[in-house]
């Protein structure tokens, strides 16, 4: 969602009818060659080399036009031009990822004095000198570490060596997907026509609805059908009673609580624990199936395997039970938001931001999934969304310090398994108020 004034960007879904299996090869097709220009671009600018060139997407999109792979895939430009645009796009928010994984390193490293934190740090925001530095090339020095007295050499090298640890390459996906300019697609006859590869010629889409755009849209391939993201821009609501400050610790359990004790979501935890559990037991049975399956062939029992692979490994009841879950948990999580903005009244909600280092894995498989199938984020976009539709300034601080420390007295405590306990001065409460009422302490404090 993008904010520009007094209006927001949200993104409506719009479905076509079943599609015949040509037009849905089309589709398949366009998507395929979408994910192979992404590709492209990701092996040719998604180096070290490149970063100082990425500030202009014209001038790679220039570069792309003349380098033959449009005419090599024969796709028209109205996708081409798109996936060089996005898959720039990709690369700098991979970069902007290393950064972050970077900073964290550097703050991590014991070695390191306040006066050289704060060089990596500056060099790592002036894209020009930190090009030149990856690349071994002259670079001047930071205005703000002039006259420090640093070994630039051996932080340049540090440097070098945790971009090379950190840095990946983004990925084009499954190609199930791909995005179209409004020069690419028209309305006629409740159909949406899409070009195609030979000129003057169009495929048609049966939609289920009216909706149209002249914006660009993205066209997501299902089994037998497509969904279509159009992008439409709505009026922000204003709310001239709507002047509390809002100080939320977001939590796995208990998905909103405020620093006044008020909690939002305390479903959430079991909601999303009974979906955690019955996921278990299915993939525990799929499990068994899967090694009886695969004694069937050893012993040459191919009628059994045969009976096995057709009614119990598919993936059709599997994924739309998957859905169901999900779209579940999603409906009580923004239902929950509605009723914290409806009932508080914010002019400004305050939450710590996301922490992305240090995640490890567990041995229990039950847990992992569970983490891995955590709503935090889907809370976090929501909580996003709606804040920028009701006009809500929505502010988030560095979580360091919240969590551990005592909220009353400000010394260590313990997080005990049913909440947390201060040795000091005998504050008891859950973990997740104390955090809330930390986040208050420390926006106050600045």
């Not at 092996?43 to 070290?48: A, I």
């Not at 695969?294 to 395997?305: I, K, P, Q, T, V």
């Not at 914290?340 to 995640?359: F, H, L, Q, S």
Request: with cysteine; proline share 3%; hydrophobic share 30%.
């Amino acid at each position: 969602m993008s904010e520009d004034g007094s209006r927001i960007t949200k993104t409506v879904w719009q479905c076509t009818e079943v599609l015949p299996e040509e037009t849905l090869a089309f589709l398949r097709s366009i998507a395929a060659d979408y994910s192979k220009v992404k590709e492209n671009v990701y092996e040719r600018y998604s180096g070290v080399g490149n970063l100082g060139g990425l500030g202009s997407v014209f001038e790679i999109q220039t570069r792309m036009r003349h380098c033959g792979l449009r005419e090599q895939l024969n796709l028209p430009a109205v996708y081409y031009e798109l996936a060089v645009r996005e898959a720039v796009s990709d690369i700098k928010g991979m970069w902007g990822m290393v950064k972050n994984r970077i900073r964290a390193l550097i703050d991590a490293n014991e070695n390191l004095d306040a006066d050289e934190r704060m060089y990596l740090r500056t060099v790592l925001k002036l894209d020009p000198i930190y090009a030149a530095l990856l690349e071994r090339k002259p670079h001047p020095i930071p205005k703000r570490a002039e006259g420090m007295d640093l070994d630039r050499k051996r932080l340049d090298n540090l440097l070098r060596r945790l971009t090379r640890r950190c840095l990946g390459r983004p990925s084009a996906g499954g190609g199930d997907s791909f995005s179209v300019s409004p020069g690419g697609y028209s309305y006629r006859d409740g159909q949406l026509w899409l070009a195609s590869r030979e000129r003057h010629r169009r495929v048609a889409l049966p939609l289920k609805d009216q909706k149209v755009s002249d914006r660009q849209i993205r066209i997501c391939i299902r089994k037998d059908h497509a969904d279509i993201a159009i992008p439409r821009d709505r009026e922000v609501k204003r709310h001239g009673d709507f002047r509390n400050i809002l100080y939320v610790h977001l939590g796995s359990r208990c998905m909103c609580t405020l620093s006044t004790g008020s909690i939002y979501g305390d479903c959430l935890g079991a909601i999303s624990s009974a979906r955690t559990e019955r996921l278990t037991e299915k993939n525990r049975g799929r499990g068994r199936m899967r090694t009886e399956y695969r004694a069937s062939l050893a012993e040459g029992n191919g009628g059994r395997a045969a009976a096995i692979e057709a009614n119990n490994l598919g993936r059709d009841k599997y994924d739309r039970q998957m859905r169901r879950d999900r779209t579940r948990v999603e409906s009580y999580i923004n239902a929950e938001i509605n009723r914290m903005i409806t009932a508080e009244k914010p002019a400004r909600i305050v939450i710590t931001r996301p922490v992305t280092a240090g995640g490890s894995k567990y041995g229990n498989k039950a847990v992992n999934r569970m983490l891995t199938g955590s709503f935090r984020g889907y809370v976090r976009k929501r909580l996003t969304e709606k804040c920028a539709a009701h006009g809500i300034e929505l502010v988030e601080i560095n979580s360091r310090g919240t969590g551990s420390v005592c909220s009353r007295c400000g010394a260590p405590g313990e997080r005990l398994s049913g909440g947390f306990l201060c040795r000091s001065c005998g504050y008891e409460s859950t973990a997740a108020l104390n955090g809330a009422r930390n986040i208050e302490r420390k926006y106050k404090q600045g």
